[in-house]
């Protein structure tokens, strides 16, 4: 799909943030291993949930959709696993896969797991190493990973410096053993935010967790117990409307979002206030303004998510911004920050990286009348619509419906903004 973005003159809008996909994946794992019924309000409509979804059916969890909007009944199986040893298919989402593989893994046998894009591409290095400690297979064929179990209590060293998808893989699934476990989290621990979305997920669903520093205490034999809850909105999606705002001379508005702070992500107030925008929090939510913008220092070690849309707003931030710890971009849908750096070239931009840093200079004209590429990366699309929307004339988007994998109806609340799209 190709979406072109025209030159527009953004207005005053308040968007309706999306339930967030963090919370989603959680929630849903959480309540299919209760022993019960859960209720799980404002759950999020995308490829990537979908995707853990029929995965969790091959378990043998039942979801019910009721005649409330977005809302879900999950009638959890506890620790029971009805896997057929069918091929389990992960789509493009990395924490279906990182969330599930010990998930299945807590029975004997082996599970069958693929995926499309670059999902199997992306290193799993991580559950090699420590499935292979246990003796147990963990191989990928082709486009297919064996993975076996039972997985075993222990101790556990994981590198905090990789995904947190693993460490809140093991977080599910070892309370379910008899014995307890350990998990080292080995400095420095980023993305550490995402790991405390874990722990509070568990706790709703009665699962304890003793943390002390870098280390993870996991009674085993809990019992997950059936929960209500409502999913907050997106906090990562919020950055491409701040993103809007401070690029524009509008006033944005967000709501559904708790404040709570649970999502890392909802740092994306706090940065763009760093670099001269104004500001206000709401009780659902913040509004945006362009303010005084000017380059600074962001370090992304615990919101990397937000790069490819602060890396765009930086474009309109006079001086120059340095992006500290983005190295983990380079391994996601797709390198971030190798396709934010093509794709605001051919805008004009000044965007220069190494391996972990990012450096986006002030670029006094967006260049219009260019195609861009998508990059089959729901951020890249969306980081780039907005972007062109400040340009000189009409930029093309090639691959625009990556966007479904986080925010389906990404453009339609774009248009509400004022941002014209064809």
């Given at each position: 799909?190709?979406?072109?973005v025209?030159?527009?003159?953004?207005?005053?809008?308040?968007?309706?943030?999306?339930?967030?996909?963090?919370?989603?994946?959680?929630?849903?794992s959480?309540?299919?291993?209760?022993?019960?019924?859960?209720?799980?309000?404002?759950?999020?409509?995308?490829?990537?949930?979908?995707?853990?979804?029929?995965?969790l059916?091959?378990?043998?969890?039942?979801?019910?959709?009721?005649?409330?909007?977005?809302?879900?009944?999950?009638h959890?199986?506890?620790?029971?696993?009805?896997?057929?040893?069918?091929?389990?298919?992960?789509?493009?989402?990395?924490?279906?896969?990182?969330?599930?593989?010990?998930?299945?893994?807590?029975?004997?046998?082996?599970?069958?797991?693929t995926?499309?894009?670059?999902?199997?591409?992306?290193?799993?290095?991580?559950?090699?190493?420590?499935?292979?400690?246990?003796?147990?297979?963990f191989?990928?064929?082709?486009?297919?990973?064996?993975?076996?179990?039972?997985?075993k209590?222990?101790?556990?060293?994981?590198?905090?410096?990789?995904?947190?998808?693993?460490?809140?893989?093991?977080?599910?699934?070892?309370?379910?053993?008899?014995?307890?476990?350990?998990?080292i989290v080995?400095?420095?621990?980023?993305?550490?935010?995402?790991?405390?979305?874990?722990?509070?997920?568990?706790?709703?669903?009665?699962?304890?967790?003793?943390?002390?520093?870098?280390?993870?205490?996991?009674?085993?034999?809990?019992?997950?117990?059936?929960?209500?809850?409502?999913?907050?909105?997106?906090?990562?999606?919020?950055?491409?409307?701040?993103?809007?705002?401070?690029?524009?001379?509008?006033?944005?508005?967000?709501?559904?979002?708790?404040?709570?702070?649970?999502?890392?992500?909802?740092?994306?107030a706090?940065?763009v206030?760093?670099?001269?925008?104004?500001?206000?929090?709401?009780?659902?939510?913040?509004?945006?303004?362009?303010?005084?913008?000017?380059?600074?220092?962001?370090?992304?070690?615990?919101?990397?998510?937000?790069g490819?849309?602060?890396?765009?707003?930086?474009?309109?931030?006079?001086?120059?911004?340095?992006?500290?710890?983005?190295?983990?971009?380079?391994?996601?849908?797709?390198?971030?920050?190798?396709?934010?750096?093509?794709?605001?070239?051919?805008?004009?931009?000044?965007?220069?990286?190494?391996?972990?840093?990012?450096?986006?200079?002030?670029?006094?004209?967006?260049?219009g009348?260019v195609?861009?590429?998508?990059?089959?990366?729901?951020?890249i699309?969306?980081?780039?619509?907005?972007?062109?929307?400040?340009?000189?004339?009409?930029?093309a988007?090639?691959?625009?419906?990556?966007?479904?994998?986080?925010?389906?109806?990404?453009?339609?609340?774009?248009?509400?903004?004022?941002v014209?799209?064809?």
């Amino acid at each position: 799909m190709k979406k072109i973005v025209y030159p527009s003159s953004l207005h005053n809008a308040k968007i309706e943030l999306p339930a967030s996909k963090s919370l989603s994946h959680r929630a849903l794992s959480a309540a299919s291993l209760a022993e019960g019924t859960s209720i799980l309000h404002h759950v999020v409509d995308n490829k990537d949930t979908e995707a853990t979804i029929s995965v969790l059916k091959k378990r043998g969890v039942v979801f019910e959709k009721t005649d409330a909007e977005e809302t879900l009944l999950v009638h959890g199986i506890g620790k029971e696993n009805h896997y057929d040893g069918s091929l389990l298919d992960c789509n493009e989402s990395g924490s279906t896969l990182r969330f599930m593989i010990p998930l299945f893994a807590l029975s004997r046998g082996v599970t069958k797991f693929t995926g499309h894009g670059k999902l199997m591409e992306r290193p799993q290095s991580v559950y090699e190493d420590l499935f292979h400690k246990q003796g147990l297979q963990f191989e990928k064929k082709d486009s297919i990973l064996f993975v076996e179990g039972p997985l075993k209590a222990g101790t556990y060293h994981i590198r905090g410096d990789v995904s947190s998808q693993f460490i809140t893989g093991l977080l599910y699934a070892l309370p379910l053993l008899e014995e307890s476990s350990t998990l080292i989290v080995e400095p420095p621990f980023e993305s550490a935010s995402y790991v405390a979305m874990t722990i509070s997920s568990l706790k709703k669903a009665g699962i304890v967790i003793k943390q002390n520093g870098l280390e993870f205490d996991i009674p085993g034999g809990q019992i997950y117990q059936p929960f209500e809850d409502t999913i907050e909105g997106d906090a990562s999606q919020m950055a491409f409307f701040a993103e809007a705002a401070c690029l524009s001379e509008a006033e944005i508005e967000v709501s559904t979002l708790s404040h709570t702070r649970i999502q890392g992500d909802e740092a994306a107030a706090d940065i763009v206030r760093k670099l001269g925008a104004i500001v206000r929090e709401t009780e659902t939510g913040y509004i945006f303004k362009k303010g005084d913008m000017h380059g600074g220092v962001v370090d992304l070690a615990d919101c990397p998510d937000l790069g490819p849309a602060l890396f765009a707003l930086a474009s309109g931030c006079k001086g120059t911004t340095t992006f500290l710890h983005a190295g983990r971009l380079r391994i996601k849908e797709s390198d971030r920050i190798a396709a934010m750096e093509t794709e605001m070239r051919k805008l004009g931009c000044h965007i220069t990286s190494d391996p972990d840093t990012v450096t986006v200079s002030y670029t006094e004209k967006i260049r219009g009348n260019v195609t861009l590429d998508g990059h089959n990366d729901h951020r890249i699309v969306m980081s780039l619509a907005v972007l062109a929307s400040a340009a000189d004339g009409p930029v093309a988007i090639e691959g625009a419906e990556a966007i479904t994998k986080s925010y389906p109806s990404f453009f339609e609340d774009l248009e509400k903004t004022g941002v014209k799209v064809q």
